[in-house]
């Protein structure tokens, strides 16, 4: 990977967690307003999880010239590495092993909501 790909796929990461923070911050003033569910705010999460891979997916894509659903993927995967590894990193004394179905419900949101979103673009 060239330079100019890995700019490209940091300004996307970058891009994806900026859009990840406002609707972060839509979802909790709905969740104070509108006093939603548990189920409610999974299913929430999980779709901000799916826009935001969708959107970083998307810019990945449009930047590369070739492959760009690969772009789209990669850029979902490190998406999910990263929110992955500051979860654990900050909840290690109270869950010091994740629960594998969860993580892989993610990790799959987050890979093919990345690789539409390249495929898209």
Same mark, same amino acid.
């Given at each position: ?5 890995? +700019?490209?796929? $940091? ?7 900026? *859009?990840? @923070? &406002? !609707?972060?911050? /839509?979802?909790? =003033? %709905? ?30 894509? +449009?930047?590369? $010239? ?7 993927? *990669?850029? @979902? &995967? !490190?998406?999910? /590495?990263?929110? =992955? %590894? ?36």
């Amino acid at each position: 990977m060239d330079i100019s790909k890995s +700019k490209v796929l $940091l300004r996307s990461l970058l891009m994806a967690y900026l *859009l990840s @923070g &406002i !609707l972060l911050l /839509a979802l909790s =003033f %709905a969740l104070y307003r509108l006093k939603l569910g548990e189920q409610q705010i999974n299913v929430a999460v999980y779709g901000v999880y799916v826009i935001a891979c969708l959107f970083g997916g998307f810019l990945a894509g +449009k930047a590369s $010239l070739s492959r760009r659903f690969f772009w789209g993927m *990669l850029t @979902g &995967i !490190l998406y999910f /590495a990263v929110l =992955f %590894a500051v979860s654990w990193l900050m909840n290690r004394e109270r869950m010091p092993i994740p629960d594998l179905t969860q993580t892989a419900t993610v990790l799959a949101c987050c890979a093919v909501g990345g690789t539409a979103g390249g495929m898209f673009s």
